[in-house]
């Protein structure tokens, strides 16, 4: 079966001050530490608007300046996890 999903040649981009939106073809979106623990996770269901995080943990607190790992999930089941660092506003 081919597959004709076409990816962004940018993953994410900035979004505001603070925060990323990602790919819009991306289904589902994670923010790791640098342990791998989800810090941040959202899926986006019939919406057609990309996924956009602002900066904010699952409990709504900004994170911590420093190094996290971005996994993208798209729809053929492809998995991307992608470094950088994160610097609060």
Known sequence: ???NIRRSSKPFERC?????????TAKEVAILDRSGRAVWS??????????RWNGNDLQGQM??????????VYPDDKIAYLPFV????
């Open 86 to 89: 994160f610097m609060k506003p």
């Open 16 to 24: 505001g001050n603070a925060g990323l939106q990602f790919d819009p």
């Open 63 to 72: 994170v911590q300046t420093g190094d996290y790992i971005c996994k993208i």
């Open 1 to 3: 079966m081919i597959n």
């Open 42 to 51: 959202q899926s986006r269901g019939r919406e057609t608007s990309p996924i």
